[in-house]
T-cell receptor, first 114, second 110 residues
Framework: GEEVAQTPKHLVRGEGQKAKLYCAPI?????VFWYQQVLKNEFKFLIS????????ETGMPKERFSAKCLPNSPCSLEIQATKLEDSAVYFC????????????FGSGTRLTVV | GEDVEQSLFLSVREGDSSVINCTYT??????LYWYKQEPGAGLQLLTY?????DMKQDQRLTVLLNKKDKHLSLRIADTQTGDSAIYFC??????????FGAGTTVTVRA
């Protein structure tokens, strides 16, 4: 399809629970990016993939966050043992190339940790 | 992010032009972008400009880039109520990751 599909739209988890977010990139796009948008509109880069390979994971809090992009499956971002500060909107974006031309963003998953 | 700065708010009358300004610090920025975010929605790419250009026009949108001053602006002509949103300036460098400004909330009043 021509849109980046993220599911679920909203997710509520108790502190300490696991959260798993999904992203289906646009068909034909080789690059997938995850960003976290916190309350003051600040965007933080988390991780990127080139096909199923991790391209850049410098933004990932590695202790509790993990991500995968497997062939023929939606990409996923998983947070083990969620904390209150993980509450944010998580955006996925996909791109045909790793630079330039703009990225297509999904509509985001709003994670609320209570 | 601290590398990209924008004013936080802009109020404009319907039918007037809006100008949103952005400054960035990294001279190695290769592409500069404008994204629009409506409440509860994702980011919509409005336009982008390559760093060797100084102007790009697309219907009601005009992007101006002053590379010497590291200043980017977005002009929206004939602003409509549907243009009310948060507008994000972003840049990418050789490492392609996007760095976003904090967003400018544009309010269009009748």
């Amino acid at each position: 399809g021509e849109e980046v599909a993220q599911t679920p739209k909203h997710l509520v988890r108790g502190e300490g629970q696991k959260a798993k977010l999904y992203c289906a990139p646009i068909k034909g796009h080789s690059y997938v990016f995850w960003y976290q948008q916190v309350l003051k509109n600040e965007f933080k880069f988390l991780i990127s993939f080139q096909n199923e390979n991790v391209f850049d994971e410098t933004g990932m809090p590695k202790e509790r966050f993990s991500a995968k992009c497997l062939p023929n499956s939606p990409c996923s971002l998983e947070i083990q043992a969620t904390k209150l500060e993980d509450s944010a909107v998580y955006f996925c974006a996909s791109s045909q190339s790793d630079r330039g031309g703009g990225y297509t963003f999904g509509s985001g998953t709003r994670l609320t940790v209570v | 992010g601290e590398d990209v700065e924008q004013s936080l708010f802009l109020s404009v009358r319907e039918g007037d032009s809006s100008v949103i300004n952005c400054t960035y610090t990294d001279s190695s920025s290769t592409y500069l972008y404008w994204y629009k975010q409506e409440p509860g929605a994702g980011l919509q790419l409005l336009t982008y400009i390559f760093s060797n250009m100084d102007m790009k026009q697309d219907q009601r949108l005009t992007v101006l880039l002053n590379k010497k001053d590291k200043h980017l602006s977005l002009r929206i002509a004939d602003t409509q109520t549907g243009d009310s949103a948060i507008y994000f300036c972003a840049e990418s460098r050789g490492d392609y990751k996007l760095s976003f400004g904090a967003g400018t909330t544009v309010t269009v009043r009748a």
